[in-house]
């Protein structure tokens, strides 16, 4: 029998069309701007079946690691003052820093693996990777555990 317990960490852009619809049906349904369910899914487009058959098993990563500790590595270039943006970076978000290990750097790149607790005054936490990955030097985040 299949584990359906099993939780993945998975980017945007690798989900399929319907799981970003349900997401945002149920945004517009906590804003209240739609009513019921069936407002909601007709603004974006979505089967109420569909709604309902996924409502459960997806929600923003964000809403669901507020209290808890991430840990991530992160790949980026052996650059001065980039280390210190990605932690100022980590600091804006009001997350704690538990554990970081940068390894020596080679060919001019080096990994970076961090633990970090998310307190429940902490913004969007994919917000804050998303700025992460996105600086210049950074090839990529990946999210390795979440307690």
Known sequence: MADNSKYYVVKK????????????????????????IQEATEQVGLSRSSFYKYKDDIFPFHDNTRGKTITFVVQMD?????LSGVLKQIADYNANILTIHQTIPINGVA???MSIEIPADTR?????LEEIESKSGVHYIKILARE
């Open 124 to 128: 969007d936490i994919s917000e804050m």
């Open 78 to 82: 052996d650059e001065p003052g980039l």
């Open 13 to 36: 852009k690798a989900l399929p069309e319907v799981l970003l619809k349900v997401v945002e049906a149920k945004k517009l349904l906590e804003s209240e701007r739609a009513v019921t």
């Open 111 to 113: 990994l970076l693996t």
